[in-house]
């Protein structure tokens, strides 16, 4: 118990000193971006800010710093990572393309800081860049419900038709493949509703799987409801891209080279 109590005291000890080693080791640092410049007394000036609005950059600042910068130097790439697959097959809207590079910039310049060392700047660009990433999944996203309504108002209409059709009521295969359809696009609404929900508490990523998830069922209802296999591959052909989207791939034709 007393060994214990001495390793725990020990893992604490050595965290802070890592800690605060980080946080005094910036004071060593001598940047050489020419934006960001080191004062006799310590503290840094950048370019882009006044002293209204740069950032605070004492120890404590730094400390909390340091936790901010951990967080989202993996969030902000991961979510470029899902942006870049959706940029590439949205390759017909330029304005994605420019506001993806932004992100990609953004996020780069504010690794840049971090390995100079410079954390106070390094949080200051991560999170402009955090918010730029969300302004680009808000459009994203815009554009994906429309898609998952649209695709959802043929398929209700589909089931509809299907619910009608007499043979229906007397045929059980018909009256299975009613059933299936029919739960399809619960799930395929609800995953709509939850698209929603995610993005009213800003969890954007999550939306964006939501709807692909939606759409997904969606095709799969068109699909199995297609009255003969012209019309079944007609469908395959024009939700292609969106198929090979929801699966997080980027869509490349037979032959051609895939980025996973």
């Known amino acids: 118990m007393i060994m214990r109590k001495h390793v725990n005291v020990m893992s604490l000890i050595l965290v802070s000193v890592f800690a605060f080693s980080f946080v005094f080791a910036q004071e060593k640092a001598a940047t050489k971006d020419e934006g960001i410049q080191r004062m006799p007394d310590g503290s840094y000036r950048s370019k882009d800010h006044d002293e209204s609005t740069?950032?605070?950059?004492?120890?404590?600042a730094k400390f909390h710093a340091i936790d901010v910068v951990n967080r989202l130097m993996k969030r902000n790439i991961d979510d470029i990572y899902l942006l870049k697959v959706i940029t590439m097959n949205n390759s017909g809207k330029a304005d994605w393309n420019t506001k993806y590079q932004a992100a990609y910039n953004g996020y780069k310049d504010g690794m840049g800081q971090f390995y100079k060392r410079n954390i106070i700047y390094a949080r200051d660009k991560l999170e402009k860049n955090q918010a730029d990433i969300r302004e680009f999944f808000k459009i994203v996203i815009e554009e994906?419900?429309?898609?998952?309504?649209e695709l959802l108002n043929e398929c209700a209409g589909k089931v509809l038709?299907?619910?009608l059709d007499v043979s229906s009521r007397i045929d059980?295969?018909?009256a299975d493949q009613l059933f299936t359809?029919?739960?399809?696009?619960?799930v395929a609404y609800g995953q709509l509703d939850d698209a929603y929900l995610a993005t009213r508490e800003k969890y954007y990523s999550g939306a964006i799987y939501h709807l692909r998830v939606c759409r997904?069922?969606?095709?799969s209802i068109l699909e199995e409801l297609?009255?003969?296999?012209?019309e079944k591959k007609s469908i395959h052909d024009k939700y292609k891209i969106i198929k090979a989207d929801n699966l997080n791939r980027v869509f490349a034709e037979k032959g051609a080279a895939t980025t996973k």
Do not use: T, V
């Open 172 to 174: 059980p295969d018909r």
């Open 226 to 230: 297609a009255k003969d296999e012209n």
């Open 54 to 60: 740069r950032p605070e950059d004492d120890y404590l």
């Open 144 to 149: 994906y419900k429309n898609q998952c309504e």
């Open 181 to 186: 359809n029919h739960l399809r696009l619960r």
């Open 216 to 219: 997904a069922y969606g095709i």
């Open 161 to 163: 038709l299907l619910h």
